[in-house]
C-alpha cells in the first residue's frame, strides 16, 4: 500500500524567485518511481519531473528539481526562476506496479 | 502525433441515465488506465487495461462501473444509473511499458456532471 502527504495546501511566490513544494510519502514497495505532475486551471495533468527510487542522484529538468530522501521518504520540488505559467496545482504521486497514488495537492500561485 | 485524446470534454447527465467515456491512447500506446478526481482531491486510480484485458480493476467501485479496450477502437469507461456522487472529473492514460510505472501521459479529462 502506498499513502502521499501533501500538507501545505497553498503557496505563493514571486514571480523570479524560489519555491519548494513539499511531499512526503509512504510505500511497502521496494521498487517504485516517483513524479511530480503540474495541474493547471486546463486541467491537464502535465509530467513536471520523474524519479527512480533506486537511483541517487537527485532529478533536475530546466528550472525544477527535487531533494529525494528516501530513508526520509521525502520527495520536494524546487522551482527556480518562478513564472507566472508556473501558476497551478501540484501532484507528487508514487508509482509502483503501474498504479499512481496522489496525494490532495498543492495550490501554487505566482505574484507578478 | 495527437496525445491521449478524451471525449467528451464535457458530459452532463440525469441521475439514472448511463454515461460513456471514450479515451484513445497515444499512437503505439497498448495500456490504458483510469482515474477519477473528485473536486479538491489527488486522482485515484480506477482500472489498467490492455487490449481486451482487464489487468487490474482493484480501484473500480463493485457495482455501475465498467471498463473496456476492444482490439479496435477506443477504450470505454462505462457508468449505469449514474447519481450525484459520481460527478468528478475523469482522466485517461495510456503508456508502452508496464510493470515499474515509467509515468504516463494523460489525456485532458472529462468532466462528469450528474444533475
Known amino acids: 500500500a502506498q499513502t502521499v502527504t501533501q500538507s501545505q495546501p497553498e503557496m505563493s511566490v514571486q514571480e523570479a524567485e524560489t519555491v519548494t513544494l513539499s511531499c512526503t510519502y509512504d510505500?511497502?514497495?521496494?521498487?517504485?518511481?516517483l513524479f511530480w505532475y503540474k495541474q493547471p486551471p486546463s486541467r491537464q495533468m502535465i509530467l513536471v519531473i520523474r524519479?527512480?527510487?533506486?537511483?541517487?542522484q537527485n532529478a533536475t529538468e530546466n528550472r525544477f528539481s527535487v531533494n529525494f530522501q528516501k530513508a526520509a521518504k521525502s520527495f520536494s520540488l524546487k522551482i527556480s526562476d518562478s513564472q507566472l505559467g508556473d501558476a497551478a496545482m501540484y501532484f507528487c504521486?508514487?508509482?509502483?506496479?503501474?498504479?499512481?497514488?496522489f496525494g490532495k495537492g498543492i495550490t501554487l500561485s505566482v505574484r507578478p | 502525433n495527437a496525445g491521449v485524446m478524451q471525449n467528451p470534454r464535457h458530459l452532463v447527465r440525469r441521475r439514472g441515465q448511463e454515461a460513456r467515456l471514450r479515451c484513445s491512447p497515444m499512437k503505439g500506446h497498448s495500456h490504458v488506465y483510469w482515474y477519477r478526481q473528485l473536486p479538491e482531491e489527488g486522482l485515484k486510480f480506477m482500472v489498467y487495461?490492455?487490449?481486451?484485458?482487464?489487468?487490474?480493476e482493484s480501484g473500480m467501485p463493485k457495482e455501475r462501473f465498467s471498463a473496456e479496450f476492444p482490439k479496435e477502437g477506443p477504450s470505454i469507461l462505462r457508468i449505469q444509473q449514474v447519481v450525484r456522487g459520481d460527478s468528478a472529473a475523469y482522466f485517461c492514460a495510456s503508456s508502452t511499458e508496464t510493470g515499474h510505472t515509467p509515468g504516463y501521459t494523460f489525456g485532458s479529462g472529462t468532466r462528469l456532471t450528474v444533475v
Open positions: 524519479q527512480e527510487a533506486y537511483k541517487q
Open positions: 504521486p508514487t508509482g509502483a506496479n503501474s498504479k499512481l497514488t
Open positions: 487495461l490492455q487490449k481486451e484485458n482487464i489487468i487490474d
Open positions: 510505500t511497502s514497495e521496494s521498487d517504485y518511481y
